[in-house]
Each structure stands twice: as C-alpha cells, then as structure tokens.
C-alpha cells in the first residue's frame, strides 16, 4: 500500500512537471495548415508564397533575378519561376521543393527545401495551384556556379545543396506541445526553423529560440512585427523576415506562433 502511494505521487508529479497533457503529445506536424488552406486554394497559395519567401528570392513578379544585396553579389541568380513552372509536373515540382532536387539539373542551390518538406499536403497543393497561374514574362537568368563564393557560403550552412539538410530537418523536429498548440509549432517548423535550426535549438547565424523566448511576449511579438529590439535597433536580418514574410500571417496566426514559442523557454532543444 504504501509502494503504491509513492508510485502514484511520483507519477502525478512528473506529469506536473512538463505542463501539458500527456495525451495531448505526439500531433503529426503535417496535421496542422495555414489559414485559409480549405478556402481559395490560389489565394492561400499566394499568401504561403509571401510567408515562405519565395518572392523574397524569386522576385516580387515571380520573375527572378539577382536577389543579393551585395553590388558583387551577381552570381546569386534566383530562377524565373513565370518561366519554368510550366516545365515541371505538379509530382515534379512537389518533389523539387519537398527534396530540393531539380529533375533535369544537376543541382538545386538555394531552395529551403529543409524546411518546406514539412509543409502539410493542403499548404503544398495550394501553393503549387498559386504558382500554376503565373504567366510567362521576362527574361531566363544563369543557374548559381560553383566557385569561391557559394562554397564559402556552403560552407557557412548558409546554402542548402544535397540531401544531408533535408534529412537532418526530417529528423530533428521542433518540439511538440500537444494539439492546442499544434499551428504554432508548424508555422515555427517551416518559417523560423530555416535559420534557427532544424528543432529550433540554432542554426549558423541564428540564436536558439530557448533564448528568444526568455525575452518574453512582447519582446518577442515586437521582433516578429517589426525585426527591432526595444531601442529601435535592428535585429539584422530579422528586419526583413519581418517586413517581407511575417507581415502576411494573419492575427491568429501571429498569436499561435507567440503561444508555442513562450513555451519553449526552459526548453533545451538539441540540434
Ligand atoms: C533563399 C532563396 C530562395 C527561396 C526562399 C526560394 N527559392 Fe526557389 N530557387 C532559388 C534559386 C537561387 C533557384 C535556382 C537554383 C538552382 O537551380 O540551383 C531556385 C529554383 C527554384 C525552382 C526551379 C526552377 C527551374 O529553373 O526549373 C522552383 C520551381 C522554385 N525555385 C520554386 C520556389 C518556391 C515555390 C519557393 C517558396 C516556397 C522558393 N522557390 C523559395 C532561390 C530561392
Ligand atoms: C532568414 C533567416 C531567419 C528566419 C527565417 C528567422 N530568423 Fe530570427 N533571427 C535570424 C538571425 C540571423 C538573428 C540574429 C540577428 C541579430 O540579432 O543580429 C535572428 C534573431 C531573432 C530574434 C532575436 C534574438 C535575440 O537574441 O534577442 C528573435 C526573437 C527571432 N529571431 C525570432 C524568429 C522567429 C520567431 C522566426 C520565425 C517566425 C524567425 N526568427 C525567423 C534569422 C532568421
């Protein structure tokens, strides 16, 4: 009898201990979408393509082009996706951006392929939809060479080429907070994870998020609207995930996001 009471303590204080309900674990990440996935598939595919970046890289129009803010930056050529989508079959292109390989070419360079493996099969339907109305315009651009530079940046983690990321992300996940908090964690999983690392514990340049959210809620919340700290300065390159893609969550969006990131903050994510 009294085994069986220190058994029951032990227990009720281990589940106390992690916060959320045990049978709330384990939600496949791909079970969750973005908002709007079951309206307007091309609407929500235009949208994705803001919050991913793909326009950041591959132009506002879609039409590609250098995308380096550095004037000797040149040899950063993002395609012209107006242009080549019609080259690829809808397998074809899932497979490119879920596996970050070209069907016809060699190599692809740049593509977060890492993360938007992860996207759920709604999101990836809806986007592809988005990229099936762009109409040919412009000009073609020459493919990324290998040379000093991309292999500097290669070497820095920065450019993604060749399966090894693709297969890291699929197997380090950021961690699960149960089904309340399931958005959060996709939205985290293919945004923020392509530069804080594969279960958000830190990548090259990038902090892990354990400490982000030591900084609390509207520290954070300021971060993510605007990429700036309390006095204004800028928190480099997140003044542009800002502005370009995080702008276009919506409200619920932002606020799931927020709830799964603050509880991250005793986490200590391995990557
Ligand atoms: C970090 C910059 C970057 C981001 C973000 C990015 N791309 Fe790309 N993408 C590139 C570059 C550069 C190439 C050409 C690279 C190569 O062929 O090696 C490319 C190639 C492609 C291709 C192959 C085109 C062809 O020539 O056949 C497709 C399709 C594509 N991107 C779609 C997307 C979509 C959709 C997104 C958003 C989910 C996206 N890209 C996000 C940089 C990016
Ligand atoms: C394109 C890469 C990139 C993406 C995507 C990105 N970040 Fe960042 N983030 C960085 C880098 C690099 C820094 C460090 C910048 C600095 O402070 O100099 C940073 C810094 C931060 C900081 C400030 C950290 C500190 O020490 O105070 C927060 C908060 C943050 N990121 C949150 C996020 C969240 C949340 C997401 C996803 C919604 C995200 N980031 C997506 C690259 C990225």
Redesign the pocket.
């Known amino acids: 009898m009294k085994n069986g009471i220190a058994i029951i303590v032990a227990v009720g204080l281990a589940a106390a201990g992690c916060n959320y309900a045990l049978e709330d674990r384990a939600i496949p990440l791909a079970q969750a979408s973005f908002d709007g996935a079951s309206g307007n598939p091309v609407r929500h595919g235009e949208r994705l393509g803001t919050v991913l970046g793909c326009n950041s890289c591959h132009g506002a129009d879609y039409q590609g082009g250098s995308y380096s803010d550095d004037p000797d930056g040149g040899f950063i050529f993002a395609s012209n996706l107006t242009r080549r989508v019609s080259a690829l079959g809808d397998r074809e292109l899932e497979a490119l951006l879920r596996e970050g390989v070209h069907p016809r070419r060699d190599a692809l360079w740049y593509m977060p392929a890492r993360t938007l493996q992860r996207l759920s099969d709604r999101d990836m339907k809806a986007l592809i939809a988005f990229l099936r109305t762009l109409r040919p315009a412009g000009r073609d651009w020459p493919l990324p060479a290998d040379g000093p530079a991309t292999e500097a940046l290669l070497g820095y983690g920065i450019l993604d080429k060749g399966p090894a990321q693709v297969k890291r992300y699929a197997e380090h996940m950021p961690p699960d907070r149960g089904a309340a908090l399931a958005k959060g964690r996709y ?2 999983a293919v ?2 994870a ?3 690392g594969a279960a958000l514990g830190g990548g090259t ?3 892990p ?1 354990d ?2 959210a030591e ?1 609390g809620r509207e520290q ?1 919340a300021m ?2 609207r605007t990429g700036t700290r309390p006095d204004g300065s800028a ?4 003044r542009y ?1 800002a502005a370009r ?2 702008s276009a969550l919506t409200e619920r969006e932002n606020e799931a ?1 927020l709830d799964y ?1 603050m509880t991250l903050g005793d986490a200590r994510v391995s990557e």
Do not use: D, S, Y
């Open positions: 939205i985290a945004t923020c392509e530069c804080h340049a990038a902090p998020i400490r982000i900084k954070l971060v993510l928190h480099g390159v997140m995930v893609n995080l996001l990131l």
